[in-house]
């Protein structure tokens, strides 16, 4: 079936550092990438997403590429803010139904 | 913005006790979704409705579990009885059938099993 691999966490990073978060999937066929966030107490929000093969998602400063070959979907963010601290969460959806998700990395900021 | 209503936001049960969670989605989304997220991992979907109609249940514990979504707006997920294994933040989300690939989350609510 289909499933969603993110490194384990938590990452813990200076302000301004450069963040990577890996994420790696199986799926048959071509499923759309997702990239979610979670901050405490609250549901998730959608970050970014990717729906084709070397699409580039993008939001916020944060980036990620959809790779067909490497089947992964790897977050990314040049600077990171201590408002960035949550936790992230990597998900594909096949023909639009329902969601399939990583286990979570958070993210630890530090000023 | 509109945003995806849930409530209770947290509960508190005690084990072999009844209890319901209710959804609001976003106005004219015709999708609505049942996610769990147990503690420490990503949700995982229970159940799925297009408009009034069940189109996924395959992983909702059906001895327990129940949703409803009878006039095709709101949803109302119930767990009878409830067992410790059970706590977790029940996630609901809604989706329109024109972008049926953005799935739109509320707050959740927190529920815990003594």
């Known amino acids: 079936g289909n499933s969603v691999t993110q490194m384990e966490g938590p990452v813990t990073l200076s302000e301004e550092a450069f963040l990577t978060i890996n994420c790696t999937y199986t799926?048959?066929?071509?499923?759309?990438l997702f990239w979610y966030v979670q901050y405490p107490g609250e549901g998730l929000q959608l970050l970014l997403k990717a729906t084709k093969a070397d699409d580039k998602g993008s939001n916020k400063g944060f980036e990620a590429t959809y790779r067909k070959e490497t089947t992964s979907f790897h977050l990314e963010k040049g600077s990171v803010q201590v408002s960035d601290s949550a936790v992230y969460f990597c998900?594909?959806?096949?023909?639009?139904?329902?969601?399939?998700f990583g286990a979570g990395t958070i993210l630890r900021v530090k000023s | 913005e509109a945003e995806v209503a849930q409530s209770p936001r947290y509960k508190i049960t005690e084990k072999s006790q009844a209890v319901a969670f209710w959804c609001d989605p976003i106005?004219?989304?015709?999708?609505l979704y049942w996610y769990r997220q147990i503690l420490g991992q990503g949700p995982e979907l229970l159940v799925q409705?297009?408009?009034?109609?069940?189109?996924?249940d395959s992983q909702l514990p059906k001895d327990r579990f129940s949703a409803e979504r009878l006039k095709g707006v709101d949803s109302t997920l119930k767990i009878q009885p409830a067992e410790l294994g059970d706590s977790a933040m029940y996630l609901c989300?809604?989706?329109?059938?024109?972008?049926?690939?953005?799935?739109?989350f509320g707050p959740g609510t927190r529920l815990t099993v003594t």
């Open positions: 106005s004219g989304h015709a999708t």
């Open positions: 409705f297009q408009d009034e109609s069940v189109v996924d």
């Open positions: 998900a594909l959806t096949r023909y639009g139904n329902k969601l399939v």
């Open positions: 989300a809604s989706s329109s059938l024109q972008n049926t690939y953005e799935q739109y």
């Open positions: 799926a048959t066929g071509y499923p759309s």
